[in-house]
């Protein structure tokens, strides 16, 4: 879910790549760059005064939404609701947290099942977890629902919106800090954004909840760190601000709008030849496509995917043209071995 960086993006990240944001004292440049990455990713996830941090992706992002909600939690033995659909990042959260993991199901349309949620909390969740932009089916989850039942039972919100951040400003979903009460989320530069990687985002809705990461440093000159990582290279950070620069909101759109037809179009013609699609509501399509299929298209150079139930995936990131896909679908007619 990564691609090519944006030039401005490729230009900062070598510029900065011997910096170290772990160290604002000494590397207050890049320092000051971060402050203007989570300004940034503040504005593009409606939150007025965003604190946060640029980390090294949606993995560190999703962990530290754990570990905050770990902290906050008034139980001995605190529980995390995921949708099925979540990001496996969750699972190595529960691991290193020893938090319990509740994953729930999902309905037809492969957005979390609100009953299931509602069913699987109590007064030891800590945390319920709505994912804006599945990794398999590019599917919002009912986050304002999510909220409500947060709020029900004292517990936070996490958006994973790492790959959806930089496309649903541009839908009608309700996925943000401003349509519901979102605690944290994971929002990731280096997918959608363009910037180069290592750039992921993590934001909260207040310095509250972000000092619950905070550890002292005693050989530093700044006093704590929050993030999970120490050492960290600048590039990530400056690829970040380069390219929310360059393209927010015009480019993001335009690419959005881009993605999102080539989406559609490679949905439609694999519905053409007998395919069953799952409906790209965001930029990802998931077909049923028999197994020999798939992995004769590997076997020729084709970088695809398949979900966890084996349908093949296809994520039409900034560099997949049409003219790629088209000789996709020319390949996919010369092979011939449904
Ligand atoms: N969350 C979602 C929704 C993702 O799709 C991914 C990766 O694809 C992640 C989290 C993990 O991000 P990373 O690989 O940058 O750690």
Redesign the pocket.
């Known amino acids: 879910?990564c691609t090519t960086p944006h030039p401005d993006a490729r230009d900062a990240a070598e510029r900065f790549l011997a910096t170290n944001p772990g160290d604002p004292a000494t590397y207050q440049r890049v320092a000051a760059l971060e402050d203007d990455a989570v300004a940034m990713l503040g504005e593009l996830a409606g939150l007025g005064d965003p604190t946060g941090y640029v980390a090294?992706?949606?993995?560190?992002?999703?962990i530290q939404a754990v570990r905050i909600a770990r902290e906050r939690a008034d139980s001995p033995r605190p529980n995390v609701v995921v949708p099925e659909s979540g990001?496996f990042?969750f699972q190595k959260a529960a691991d290193v947290l020893e938090v319990e993991l509740r994953l729930v199901p999902t309905d037809d349309d492969h957005r979390v099942d609100l009953e299931a949620v509602r069913a699987s909390v109590d007064t030891d969740t800590a945390l319920i977890v709505g994912?804006a932009?599945?990794?398999e089916y590019g599917r919002v989850d009912p986050i304002p629902e999510l909220g409500r039942i947060a709020d029900s039972v004292g517990a936070l919100l996490h958006v994973?919106a790492?790959?959806?951040g930089f496309v649903l400003p541009f839908t009608d979903h309700e996925w943000h800090f401003g349509h519901a009460a979102v605690d944290t989320m994971?929002i990731?530069p280096?997918?959608m954004g363009q910037a180069a990687v290592p750039a992921?985002g993590l934001l909260a809705r207040s310095d509250e909840l972000l000092d619950e990461l905070a550890v002292d440093t005693p050989y530093l000159e700044s006093t704590a760190q929050a993030t999970l990582t120490g050492t960290r290279s600048g590039a990530g950070v400056a690829s970040a601000v380069a390219a929310m620069e360059a393209l927010w909101p015009d480019g993001y759109r335009e690419q959005y709008v881009r993605s999102q037809h080539n989406a559609e179009w490679l949905a439609d013609a694999l519905e053409k030849r007998g395919y069953e699609v799952v409906n790209p509501t965001l930029p990802l399509v998931a077909a049923t496509v028999p197994r020999a299929t798939f992995d004769a298209l590997r076997a020729k150079g084709w970088r695809i995917s398949r979900t966890a139930t084996g349908e093949l995936r296809v994520v039409c990131m900034p560099h997949v043209t049409r003219e790629m896909l088209a000789s996709f679908v020319g390949e996919l007619d010369r092979l011939e071995v449904r």
């Not at 090294?56 to 999703?62: I, K, M, Q, Y």
């Open positions: 879910m090294s992706g949606g993995t560190e992002a999703n990001h990042s994912v932009g599945t990794t994973d790492a790959w959806g994971a990731d280096h997918k992921g």
